[in-house]
């Protein structure tokens, strides 16, 4: 908070990256994103996390509520949500999501109900760890933004 | 058995229960050869143990012993205990015969009431006869025989006649019958003579004192080994020159001879021997019985303490002949005693400790709650307060009037405030919490004082002069914490400043030698260590003497000065403000590091605080090296001999600072913020997403408060950049956190071999805007991934246009014309390959006839078929999250000319830029 606190946020905020690249949760788009963050954009990797929770969200109720139909056979569908998730996923990083959804994805292409239902259960819990890391990360970043604005009126 | 039965024949025939005996009854030892069998009073079972009494283990000097009993109080005391016993048992004796001899006189008495009653019986019988006296003589006779009859004491019965009265047959049968009871009353006589014979008798075998004292004498010897047969118990007696007389001990490994008429020190040797002799010397001097552990070290008996009692002895005369002397094996005792005492240490220490680690667990937490303050301080207050001083920030870069720009500069300052308050009580939180840690980095003094005072002149409204003076010995490069050096600095400084009304403030330094207080300084060596400044380095100590001529501090308000939240005066409070803490952070911050923190005033002439502290001096040859860590300040008035000025004086600007165009000096000492060129970009960061999320509105705020630093820091550059190659100059203040992030986005790039860092994009931007901007088209259905295209090309300085499914691009593609397009493979309605081939077939037949079989909506498509750039084959990349449906092979064979593997980054995209834009 003054300055100094700085330094141990960007610290824990480093720690937590590299625990979440260590976990496999997130890869290298993630940097990319960070990357493209700059004074014109400031809060871009917030803003796009943000949309992508948003639109996952949504995919994933609709997933959800089409697996849930007894007599549902749309497939097609699922896999065009799949398709949707994986690429937002993919585009911002994060490399678990992904993977589950490419899982799921097979799964749903083989008509495999059991699958899909297994594989929407994974794949919400990867997506709530996603969400709670980023949560946190977000929130040391906020820390870290308000320690730098610390200023000594001079 | 028979013995104890024969005892206690013994004991009932003595019968001496009101006796209070010094000796248990059930204890004897009549045999001679010392065996007696006793019943275990609290035994487990009934059985007799068989106890054997020595007697020759007792070493007695015999000659001496009744010596001693009759000439010590001792002795004599026991003397007379026996003889007191054998008093009462004599007294008892008495009472018992006496008792007899009421008995016996009870009986006589009854034995003459009876005779009575038999008198009177023959009274009655005879009243009769005998009120006819015949004749005179014999009723004479009759007469006196009848008184001396009634003197008899005899005649009891009646006398049955049968006969006649008065014949001859009735007298002899009279004289019979009496004959008879004379005969039964001599008989009497004679049982009574026999009873007392026999109480004489018994009374007799009673009346041996000796025979009972012996007795006694026995028991109690026998009650003695009873007891002390197995005791680990030493007794002795010693005389005057403690030789020993008497000496009774269990165990006994020396014979009798060896010891008496020997003193300690003759008969053992070792550890302990000498103790105890002067103890019992000392007892004897002293006169007074005590009690005293001893270890003794023996050859004899090796390794043993004793619990030793020791009383003088007195002879009758009341003058001392000896002690006496009992001793008793407590080693194994002691042993545990220490073992407990240690265990009870062992104990101590750990409460010790553990009252010690709730300690460090308290800190912990008053440390935790101090975050915890921090955390909530820096949500509740800052953000709001960031969002209003920045806004107050970009409102002070616009078109104001005079007195708005007053106004604002008001309210920015209020806000620096408040912003100032609150890092005061953090920051003495943290210094009380302890987690306060200082930073050792190298710093010019005479810069920071230069600095310091710069900053005070730039916000003086006051006519102050203020003034620097370092004396020349004070090193130009030194160590240590110059951020909170500074805050010191600053705030006596303005302290100063806020109490002057006319004259100067100023700040003096000189090289001190190292004062008295600091002789065992270890703790900012120790601070130091720990920031890794482990060179050799001389260390110095620089008095900083902060001086005014203000209205001074009454000498009562000394004392308080220092203590938080307390000025010298409610008055003072309220005319000058402040929060009170600012002093307490000094005093504390300095002392932190090591220094001290004095003041003296004197009232309306002014204030001195000094505070004396360690640096280590640093070798000042590496400027390469300072450059980067030190302000702005020499960089933006890089005269040659800065580094080595020792006086600077600000003489007052007033008036300067509230108009623009005043002089260069005083617009350098304006504050950054009121030069902000492009309030716009700032803006732009504000307001950058102003699309559905209300929710996120406030963090976007907050984020944009932390984010000003840049634009500003980025645009201020431009007017001074040629001055100075590396635009590294910043304020000291925050330098570290622009530091980090910096580092911090340096690290992300290099992991991302961008070969260009963003100056050259932003250098390519410029160059791509000089030429044709190409006109590209983004087929993507997802959001995200259009997001993040979009910001990828912004980097690399290209926009695009965007349709959302295969469709959307056909169409976008016949109303207008392309130079790249960059068609996602997987795509609701119409996928990237079917788009890519019906573009295909326009290219080659020039119609959209494909496209409306495949049941796209042409109607709009049409009126345009023909088209321009009809001939030219438009480059087609797909994207392609390479899934086996969407392999790469099949993105050829559907005619598009290469392909991007998702997700998509800057590097690929820019170099597929590079391949189909020139």
Redesign the interface.
Known sequence: MLGLGVDRLQADINRLLTSLFHQGVLDEQFLQLQQLQDETSPTFVYDVINIYFDESEKLLRSLRLLLMDREFSDYKKIGLHLNQLVGSSSSIGARRVRNVCVAFRSASELNNRPGCLRGLEVVEHEYHYLKNMMHELFQLEQQRLLAAGVRYPM | MVCEMETDQQMEEMDVEVLSSMWPEDVGGTEPDNQFNVEKPAGDSDTLKEVDIAEKRTMADLKRLPDLLNTTDQGSSQLTNLVKQWEYMQDHAVRLLREELKILTKQREEAEAKELKIIEEHNFETEEPENVPVLDESSDLFRRFKEKKRDKLVGRKRIEIDEEFDTVAYWKQKALSLEKMLEASTERERRLIEKLNESLKTMESHSAPVEELTQNLKRAEGFLHFILQNAPIVMGHQDKDLRYLFIYNKFPTLREHDILGKTDVEIFHGGGVKESEDFKREVLEKGKASKREITFETDLFGSKTFLIYVEPVYNKAREKIGINYMGMEVTDQVRKREKMAKLREDNAVRKAMESELTKTIHITEETMRAKQM??T??HEI??PL?GVVGMAEILSTTKLDKEQRQLLNVMI?SG??V??LI?DI??LS?VESGVM?L?ATKFRPREVVK?VLQ?AA??LKKELTLEGNIADEVPILVIGDV?RIR?IL?NLISNAIKFTHQGKVGIKLKVIPEPSFASGLELNTDAEEQNGLTETETSVWIRCDVYDTGIGIPENALPCLFKKYMQASADHARKYGGTGLGLAICKQLVELMGGQLTVTSQVNLGSTFTFILPYKVAASNDHSDDQDEFSDMVDHQPEPDDSTEGYFQFKPLLGSIYSNGGPVIGNNFL?HKAMLPSPV?LM??FV??PSD?TG?SE??Q??????????RL?THRPETAHQYENGNGR?P??E???C??SQ??SE??S??T?SSP?EDVQTEAEVKETSKQPKILLVE?????I??AK??M??LGYTFDIANNGVEAITAINSSSYDLVLM?V?M?VLDGLKATRLIRSYEESGNWDAAVEAGVDIKVLENKQMSVRSTNRLPIIAMT?N?LSESSEECYANGMDSFIS?????QKLKECLKQYLH
């Not at chain 2, 907050?702 to 634009?711: Q, T």
């Not at chain 2, 259905?781 to 991934?785: G, L, P, S």
Request: proline fraction near 5%; include cysteine; glycine fraction near 4%.
């Open positions: 921090l955390a301080m820096s800052r953000s960031s300052s620096d405030l912003l100032q890092n953090l920051d943290k840690k930073e600095h900053t730039a916000s951020l805050q600053t504050p970009k732009n960061g950058a997403d999320n996120q963090a976007v907050v984020e944009n408060g932390g984010y000003k630093d840049e634009p980025e304020c203040s925050k570290s956190e622009s980090s992030s911090a986005s992300m790039e992991e991302f961008v963003r259905d997802n959001k995200i991934n997001m993040v910001s990828m912004k980097q996602d997987c609701p999250a899934t998702k997700p998509v980054t800057l």
